[in-house]
């Protein structure tokens, strides 16, 4: 799940960046100045989250394989029954 999610964002940084240089491309043919200030503010916002993206995913993808080096091997959980005066319980635990 984490190594999934880091390459969902780092699609989408890659989507938002390449929106980016797109907004960059539209803003040296702009015909007025306000156009293309407008175009590069819009780049810059797209640059920025594009990079915060890339970061998570960055972060995601190493906490994942972490994850995965820790945790493999072991025991992944099991579910307990015991009798009580009353009944019964029951008890889950496994490997977040």
């Known amino acids: 799940m984490l ?4 390459v969902a964002c780092g699609v989408i940084a890659l989507i938002s960046y390449r ?8 803003a040296e043919a ?4 306000p156009a293309h200030a407008e ?7 797209k640059r920025t989250l594009a990079m915060v993206l890339a970061g998570g995913g960055i ?3 190493g906490a994942g394989t972490v994850r995965y080096v ?7 959980g099991g579910v307990a029954f015991g009798p009580s005066p ?9 490997t977040w």
């Open 39 to 45: 175009l590069v503010d819009s780049a810059r916002g």
């Open 70 to 76: 820790l945790v493999r091997g072991r025991e992944s």
């Open 59 to 61: 972060a995601l993808v």
């Open 19 to 26: 929106g980016a240089n797109r907004d960059l491309d539209a």
């Open 3 to 6: 190594v999934g999610g880091g």
């Open 86 to 94: 009353h009944g019964g319980f029951v008890s889950w635990s496994g």
């Open 30 to 33: 702009a015909d007025t100045y």
